[in-house]
């Protein structure tokens, strides 16, 4: 079974890595992701100058996934960037960087400031954080993206991708293609960042379990899979010539097999990794490798994007 894929002009040993923001904080665990079975490393989003992020407790799992308000805890771009200068690209696992900036100017300084650096890193911008109290989901305001969009051609002269937040309407996925297919070195959108802003609540202590914005989250886990899915799905369809990442619910072989028929070009981990360390990389990629087997798939291309309809 070839579970390897073809990317970005380089071929990835396999399809799987982080979610940018979980384990990819600190250089350690950075380091620990490239060397587990993982494919590929993301690194924590940045901002230009580091955060501590939101107040405590601001992550809580449940029976079903997660709910947090990190709020962009983060070490600042330079952290990342000189981590990047030091990265073994020569391991075959792609780099990218998470940027977010807390404005436009400052996600145009980061991309400018990487491109001087001359790097085969990738960034990966944040369209869709939910968390900081005051400023809204960039992704949702469709405007703003596309004055941010344009302004990353400029700033930024190779291949990119954005990280969307879920959409929920027919509508608003033909509005935001639309939008993307305006950009042709825009390579890849990774769907979906966490379902912002829902809402845990814990009967025992009548509470909810996150301190920042009243206990307002972002969920990620087996909440957002079926949502995860229709956004890499209708992304696949709507955008010939970009690439789609799956990120949302995996945890095992099955979700990753769901994600890639639904057209995800690579698969990231979010909750899952949180909850069981790198080593959950090379369990889902033997049970991906098992159903495969099962399903007589030699290789992801094999079924890629072949989801049936009725
Ligand atoms: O740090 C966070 O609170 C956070 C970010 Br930047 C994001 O994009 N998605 C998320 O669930 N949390």
């Known amino acids: 079974i070839d579970l390897s894929v073809s990317w970005l002009g380089q071929t990835m040993p396999g399809c799987l890595y982080n979610a940018s923001g979980v384990w990819c904080r600190e250089e350690a665990e950075l380091e620990a992701v490239r ?27 449940t029976a079903l996934g997660s709910i947090n308000s990190m709020g962009l805890p983060n070490h600042g771009f330079a952290y990342y960037l000189d981590y990047a200068r030091r990265y073994d690209y020569g391991c075959g696992k792609p780099l990218f960087l998470s940027l977010s900036g807390m ?17 085969p890193a990738i960034p ?3 369209l869709s954080c939910p968390n900081v ?58 769907c979906i960042n966490s379902i ?54 995996v945890k095992s072989g099955k979700e990753a097999f769901m994600h890639i028929l639904a057209g995800a070009r690579a698969v990231q981990v979010g909750t899952c990794l949180h909850h069981e360390g790198p080593a959950a990389f090379a369990r889902i990629a033997a049970e991906l490798a098992a159903l495969m087997l099962a399903k007589g798939y ?12 009725l």
Not at 103 to 119: K, P, V
Not at 224 to 234: D, G, K, S, Y
Request: proline share 7%; hydrophobic share 40%; glycine share 10%.
């Open 35 to 61: 060397t587990s079975a993982a494919a590929a490393v993301i690194s924590k989003s940045a901002t230009l100058s580091a955060r501590e992020g939101n107040p405590e407790p601001r992550y809580h799992r």
């Open 103 to 119: 404005t436009l100017d400052d996600n145009l300084i980061m991309l400018r400031t990487l491109a001087a650096a001359g790097l």
């Open 124 to 126: 990966e911008v944040n």
């Open 133 to 190: 109290p005051g400023k809204p989901q960039l992704g949702y305001d469709f405007v703003t993206t596309t004055e941010a969009l344009n302004a990353f051609d400029r700033a930024w002269p190779g291949r990119y991708g954005v990280k969307l937040p879920p959409y929920f309407d027919p509508a608003h996925f033909a509005a935001m293609a639309d939008i993307l297919n305006r950009h042709p070195r825009l390579a890849f959108v990774t």
């Open 196 to 249: 912002g802003n829902g809402l845990v609540v814990d009967v025992d202590s009548e509470s909810v379990t996150i301190k920042p914005k009243d206990g307002l989250g972002g969920l990620g886990g087996d909440y957002v899979l079926p949502t995860a899915l229709a956004n890499v799905r209708e992304f696949y369809r709507l955008l010939p010539g970009k690439d789609i990442v799956g990120c949302g619910g």
């Open 298 to 309: 030699r290789s992801l291309e094999a079924f890629r994007g072949k989801l049936r309809t």
